[in-house]
């Protein structure tokens, strides 16, 4: 029997129902992505505006009515929200509204428990091997670093630092001016000196980029060389190094106009992918990572390919 799998992030919501075959391995049957963009004029405040409420309503009750057409059961369906939603003060408030219009129940996880779910479905698109990897997933409130190779979990930790929350706080001009840059190094340095010394200990030789920003940085450089890339159906891909470094000092250079006018741009990470991006070279320069795969998955795959725990 089919299940589903909602996942409530801060820019993105998705709807990913599959059925578990006889191999174990899920065979998807239908994905959908709402762009929600919850943490809009509230996220660095602590709550959810009353446009955030009406949006997420909505979304749901559009996918209900999806998962009606599949024959699913409200027990077969596991609902999880993110950071915009647990660190709102109406956050509840909003899970109590969702179960009384949808029936559905979220599960406002936290920020280690995505992290986690993040794992498992980065491990189910990328052959992680023996070696150390860092599993990097941006999400608009937070964003979750891993440290893991195919059989465990050295560290993990979620980060309260996501693209919504850098974009309020450091891209106050459109282009980002090199002073924002400098004040957001500033903050990501000391911010993720836990990350730091995990990395000093575990030694990864790669980073992992898991879907959103990801996704759109793959879709980006496949435009430049004239192909046109399908980020839903990504599964695994690699992102050159410096292909990246070329599409990130366009990003720098154009303002909002200039960044959709580039082919493979896509519009709901428009805004979001200029701070997303330099959080990416941070990360690759502070740490001396010269490789980049990215996976299409992330965790609303993990929590499939943990089903039914």
Same mark, same amino acid.
């Given at each position: 029997?089919?299940?589903?799998?909602?996942?409530? $992030? !801060?820019?993105? %919501?998705?709807?990913?129902?599959?059925?578990?075959?006889?191999?174990?391995?899920?065979? !998807?049957?239908?994905?959908?992505?709402?762009?929600?963009?919850?943490?809009?004029?509230?996220?660095?405040?602590?709550?959810?505006?009353?446009?955030?409420?009406?949006?997420?309503?909505?979304?749901?009750?559009?996918?209900?009515?999806?998962?009606?057409?599949?024959?699913?059961?409200?027990?077969?369906? %596991?609902?999880?929200?993110?950071?915009?939603?647990?660190?709102?003060?109406?956050?509840?408030?909003?899970?109590?509204?969702?179960?009384?219009?949808? $029936?559905?129940? @979220?599960? @406002?996880?936290?920020?280690?428990?995505?992290?986690?779910?993040?794992?498992?479905?980065?491990?189910?698109?990328?052959?992680?091997?023996?070696?150390?990897?860092?599993?990097?997933?941006? $999400?608009?409130?937070?964003?979750? %670093?891993?440290?893991?190779?195919?059989?465990?979990?050295?560290?993990?930790?979620?980060?309260?630092? &996501?693209?919504?929350?850098?974009?309020?706080?450091?891209?106050?001009?459109?282009?980002?001016?090199?002073?924002?840059?400098?004040?957001?190094?500033?903050?990501?340095?000391?911010?993720?000196?836990?990350?730091?010394?995990?990395?000093?200990?575990?030694?990864?030789?790669?980073?992992?980029?898991?879907?959103?920003? %990801?996704?759109?940085?793959?879709?980006?450089?496949?435009?430049?060389? &004239?192909?046109?890339?399908?980020?839903?159906?990504?599964?695994?891909?690699?992102?050159?190094?410096?292909?990246?470094?070329?599409?990130?000092?366009?990003?720098?250079?154009?303002?909002?106009?200039?960044?959709?006018?580039?082919?493979?741009?896509?519009?709901?990470?428009?805004?979001?992918?200029?701070?997303?991006?330099?959080?990416?070279?941070?990360?690759?320069?502070?740490?001396?990572?010269?490789?980049?795969?990215?996976?299409?998955?992330?965790?609303?795959?993990? @929590?499939?390919?943990?089903?039914?725990?």
């Amino acid at each position: 029997m089919p299940v589903a799998v909602i996942d409530l $992030g !801060t820019n993105t %919501f998705h709807l990913l129902i599959a059925e578990q075959a006889t191999d174990g391995k899920p065979r !998807t049957l239908h994905r959908e992505t709402f762009v929600a963009k919850i943490g809009q004029g509230g996220i660095s405040h602590g709550f959810l505006t009353e446009e955030a409420f009406s949006k997420t309503l909505d979304a749901l009750e559009g996918f209900r009515k999806r998962i009606n057409q599949f024959g699913i059961a409200l027990p077969d369906v %596991f609902a999880t929200a993110t950071s915009a939603i647990r660190n709102a003060r109406n956050g509840p408030r909003l899970v109590e509204e969702i179960n009384s219009r949808t $029936g559905i129940r @979220v599960q @406002v996880i936290s920020g280690d428990q995505e992290a986690e779910y993040i794992y498992y479905g980065v491990r189910a698109a990328v052959p992680l091997g023996q070696q150390t990897s860092l599993v990097m997933d941006i $999400g608009g409130g937070s964003v979750e %670093f891993i440290l893991c190779n195919a059989d465990r979990i050295y560290w993990k930790r979620s980060f309260e630092i &996501g693209a919504q929350r850098l974009l309020d706080r450091y891209m106050t001009t459109d282009p980002i001016s090199p002073a924002s840059i400098g004040r957001l190094h500033d903050y990501l340095d000391e911010t993720l000196i836990p990350l730091t010394n995990a990395v000093h200990q575990y030694q990864p030789v790669r980073l992992v980029g898991a879907s959103g920003t %990801f996704g759109t940085l793959c879709a980006i450089h496949s435009a430049s060389d &004239g192909n046109v890339l399908d980020t839903e159906a990504l599964v695994e891909a690699e992102l050159d190094l410096n292909a990246f470094r070329d599409i990130f000092a366009q990003l720098l250079q154009k303002d909002r106009t200039g960044r959709l006018s580039m082919p493979g741009m896509l519009p709901m990470r428009v805004d979001m992918i200029v701070v997303a991006s330099c959080l990416l070279d941070f990360v690759l320069r502070k740490y001396g990572l010269t490789e980049i795969r990215v996976s299409g998955y992330a965790l609303k795959e993990g @929590v499939l390919a943990r089903w039914p725990e």
